[in-house]
């Protein structure tokens, strides 16, 4: 046999091999083609099933349905919905098993298990109150945890390159950092006079304390013969500081950040909830006092997306600056 016959007979073999494999069954292909058919069954659903009370918004809660439904339609068969397919289709299953559930056999007790439909009413009545607790929230985030953070990062150096400071501040921080803040919100009510500067105080201090530990101990990992090859350059201490010890500890200090951050949001809710008169927590315990859940759920879902917002934007800062980290912590 020739080698031109060996040659043709491996790519009939190769080409039946790959015929196979197409015809072979998928599953990547039914996700991406399921998930818009599974919302726009979860619209039918919500606009000719009877509801089993008086419910707001059902048509609006069935065109909401219907539009992303549509939408992942046109996704999949462009092909940009990929692996976020089968999430598309649980999610859209998901609501309409609650709406099926809920809505239209009420078997859960109200008036603690809203329907979807009561949490989309939420959102188009009481979006103003919404984005009003959000934006306080995130101003009294943002007043303790940047603060915490810097202070935190200046006493982690101090603590990595001062025995001086070790000596003096360890055992202070060994003492009051283990504390849950929490702990110490009714001491802060009563030295503080202002809700809002007890809840902001207490938040930096709960972003503070895990920002120094891991500062302190990226700068004490540092290899002293950066410093010593610096200092044959003719380098200061304030050089040795910024240039050698704060970006070699840069990868452990976002690690601080990230701790500090999730310390920081439970904090807030805490403050808002029992002292500061604003904020999602506030809205949270002002919903729960009338008995108004779909507007708890609301806040809670609101809650959550600003947290997981905040919590990329910070890893895609990190991201950023650590390009050379390739196998760091992900989100």
């Known amino acids: 046999m020739s080698d031109t016959q060996i040659s043709l007979d491996e790519y009939r073999a190769l080409k039946t091999v790959s015929q196979k494999r197409k015809t072979r069954f998928n599953p990547s292909q039914l996700w991406r083609w399921g998930a818009g058919p599974i919302w726009l069954l979860a619209a039918l659903l919500t606009w000719k099933w009877p509801d089993a009370d008086d419910f707001p918004a059902t048509n609006q809660f069935a065109v909401f349905l219907l539009v992303i439904g549509l939408a992942l339609i046109a996704l999949g068969a462009t092909g940009y919905l990929k692996n976020r397919a089968p999430w598309a289709l649980v999610l859209g299953a998901g609501f309409g098993a609650w709406e099926l559930v809920q809505a239209k056999l009420l078997l859960l007790p109200r008036p603690f298990f809203g329907t979807p439909q009561d949490l989309l009413d939420v959102f188009l009545t009481d979006w103003k109150r919404l984005g009003d607790s959000l934006l306080h929230s995130l101003l009294l985030l943002a007043g303790g945890y940047i603060p915490g953070s810097i202070l935190g990062i200046i006493v982690g150096l101090a603590l990595g390159r001062s025995h001086h400071v070790r000596y003096w501040v360890r055992p202070?921080?060994?003492?009051?950092?283990?504390?849950?803040?929490?702990?110490?919100?009714?001491?802060?009510?009563?030295?503080?006079?202002?809700?809002?500067?007890?809840?902001?105080?207490?938040?930096?201090?709960?972003?503070?304390?895990?920002?120094?530990?891991?500062?302190?101990?990226?700068?004490?990992?540092?290899?002293?013969?950066?410093?010593?090859?610096?200092?044959?350059?003719?380098?200061?201490?304030?050089?040795?500081?910024?240039?050698?010890?704060?970006?070699?500890?840069?990868?452990?200090?976002?690690?601080?950040?990230?701790?500090?951050?999730?310390?920081?949001?439970?904090?807030?809710?805490?403050?808002?909830?029992?002292?500061?008169?604003?904020?999602?927590?506030?809205?949270?315990?002002?919903?729960?006092?009338?008995?108004?859940?779909?507007?708890?759920?609301?806040?809670?879902?609101?809650?959550?997306?600003?947290?997981?917002?905040?919590?990329?934007?910070?890893?895609?800062?990190?991201?950023?600056?650590?390009?050379?980290?390739?196998?760091?912590?992900?989100?």
């Not at 506030?282 to 708890?296: I, K, L, S």
């Open 172 to 331: 202070v921080m060994r003492v009051v950092g283990p504390l849950p803040p929490v702990a110490l919100l009714p001491l802060a009510f009563v030295v503080i006079p202002s809700a809002h500067w007890a809840g902001e105080a207490l938040m930096a201090l709960a972003a503070g304390f895990p920002v120094a530990v891991l500062t302190w101990s990226g700068v004490s990992a540092v290899d002293p013969s950066y410093y010593d090859v610096a200092r044959t350059m003719g380098a200061k201490n304030r050089f040795l500081i910024l240039r050698v010890a704060l970006p070699a500890a840069t990868p452990q200090i976002f690690v601080g950040l990230f701790m500090g951050l999730g310390a920081s949001f439970a904090m807030l809710v805490v403050a808002e909830m029992l002292g500061v008169k604003s904020g999602l927590g506030f809205y949270m315990q002002w919903a729960q006092g009338w008995a108004a859940y779909p507007n708890m759920y609301a806040a809670l879902f609101v809650m959550s997306l600003m947290c997981t917002t905040l919590m990329t934007v910070l890893f895609k800062i990190r991201d950023h600056l650590l390009k050379w980290q390739k196998d760091g912590l992900k989100w």
